[in-house]
């Protein structure tokens, strides 16, 4: 994924300034899928609309610009979001952490994974909160596609944990039968 299929899919949900959207990356957007600062935001959204992918549609005071996504930038999201999965280039950190556990002794790789699962833990308790708040008063715009996302967050943080207390397992008896 790039920054400018993210800009391009919350321009395609609503237009918005170079600073609204910078905004964007500074909650849930930034927290859980993509980080991006104004300083790249900025120019993403010139070099967009150089190639008319966006427009812009409105300018205010102090050089602010409404940028809108265009029928190209609509067809290159479409594109994007209905290409199959796992096209993009990976970098995980928290997966590749995983695979390196192998590096520490064992009762510092459940050390490890005791804070996995209280991680996990608590962002289960955020997600759950903030999805109790969206069913209590349903939203529209961008807030209902972050319904979605927050459910899959929430499962995906949920399989996290679960596996977290598995891998614990799994060292425990290792290291059992290593020792005896």
Not at 20 to 41: C, I, M, N, P
Not at 55 to 79: C, I, P
Not at 112 to 127: D, K, M, N, Q, T
Request: aromatic share 8%; proline share 3%; no cysteine.
């Amino acid at each position: 994924m790039s920054l400018s299929h993210a800009l391009l899919g919350l321009l395609a949900i609503e237009p918005a300034s170079g600073y609204e959207l910078s905004k964007e990356f500074e909650r849930d957007l930034g927290r859980y899928a993509w980080q991006a600062g104004h300083t790249s935001v900025y120019p993403e959204l010139i070099r967009m609309a150089e190639q008319g992918l966006v427009e812009v549609t409105h300018e205010g005071a102090r050089r602010s610009r409404t940028y809108a996504v265009t029928d190209k930038g609509r067809e290159e999201l479409r594109e994007w979001l209905l290409a199959p999965w796992g096209q993009g280039v990976v970098r995980n950190e928290q997966v590749l952490r995983l695979f390196l556990l192998e590096a520490l002794e064992p009762d510092e790789t459940v050390t490890a994974l005791r804070g996995l699962v209280e991680h996990a833990e608590g962002r289960i308790s955020e997600l759950r909160r903030l999805r109790e708040e969206q069913d209590a008063e349903p939203r529209q715009g961008r807030d209902t596609l972050g319904q979605l996302a927050a459910e899959y967050g929430l499962r995906q943080y949920q399989a996290t944990h679960d596996w977290a207390l598995w891998a614990i397992e799994h060292v425990n008896k290792r290291q059992g039968s290593d020792s005896a």
